[in-house]
């Protein structure tokens, strides 16, 4: 209840592995949804960069998933490794293509019919 009515109180949550995929999945959807989420795991000597909604088996291969929290999650992976420029690079395409609206999947707009391809083309072409 507490993430929920009162989030920024938050810096760190430790947690369990069961009881973290909860918790993600919950915050994902205070901020627009599981498709837009990064995350995270970084050890000492690796550290490994994914979409909190995992593989989503249900919709693969049907050009239905938003490619957003798959793409942050390599602008997370490039911050990691010391490459902010190209992060922040992409981070604005997707940005731009969000906030124009045209070219989202149907999870941001449910009028939308475009697909995981045509979005991810649509933030490539913003990178230009």
Do not use: Y
């Not at 009162?6 to 949550?13: A, G, L, T």
């Not at 970084?42 to 239905?64: W, Y």
């Amino acid at each position: 209840m507490h993430m929920v009515m009162n989030p920024q109180q938050f810096d760190v949550v430790v947690c369990t592995n069961m009881f973290g995929d909860i918790l993600s999945d919950l915050t994902a959807g205070l901020v627009g949804g599981l498709g837009l989420i990064p995350g995270a795991n970084i050890g000492d000597d690796a550290a490994l960069f994914e979409a909190v909604h995992g593989s989503a088996p249900d919709i693969a291969g049907k050009n239905l998933a938003n490619p957003i929290a798959v793409i942050m999650a390599g602008v997370m992976m490039l911050h990691h490794i010391g490459e902010p420029e190209a992060a922040e690079r992409i981070k604005t395409a997707v940005e731009k293509v969000v906030n124009e609206g045209k070219f989202v999947t149907p999870d941001l707009n449910p009028q939308s019919t475009c697909g995981t391809v045509e979005m991810g083309n649509a933030i490539v072409a913003a990178l230009k």
